[in-house]
């Protein structure tokens, strides 16, 4: 069955850099685009980036020239480096296998992972 596990969360100052993970299995990992999404204490879960079958990535504006989306098709792997990071993308970070050619709706997403926790402090 699908499964999608996300590691490499943290806690870190602001201006920091983490990155983080997302093991596929179960699926065609190269057929799909695969997204991130983060949902901060009472707020909606929010799209943060994708990357879709053919490679091509888009980001949420408040994310762009900070994180980036890459992708191991032979390891099954989807990566978050996210870069000075801010207090205000503290937030539990999830990885989802896109439905679609590109969506920044998270009803376009049809397997989540678990989430991993990112607090960053000021």
């Known amino acids: 069955q699908v499964q999608l596990v996300e590691s490499g969360g943290g806690s870190v100052q602001a201006g920091g850099s983490l990155r983080l993970s997302c093991a596929a299995s179960?699926?065609?990992?190269?057929?799909?685009?695969m997204g991130w999404f983060r949902q901060a204490p009472g707020k909606e879960r929010e799209f943060v980036a994708t990357v879709t079958w053919s490679g091509t990535t888009y980001y949420a504006d408040y994310v762009k020239g900070r994180f980036t989306i890459s992708r191991d098709l032979v390891k099954k792997l989807v990566f978050l480096q996210m870069n000075s990071l801010k207090p205000e993308d503290t937030a539990v970070y999830y990885c989802?296998?896109?439905?679609?050619?590109?969506?920044?709706?998270?009803?376009?997403?049809?397997?989540w992972g678990q989430g991993t926790q990112v607090t960053v402090s000021s």
């Open positions: 989802a296998r896109s439905r679609t050619l590109y969506s920044d709706s998270r009803t376009d997403y049809d397997y």
């Open positions: 179960g699926f065609v990992f190269s057929s799909f685009g």
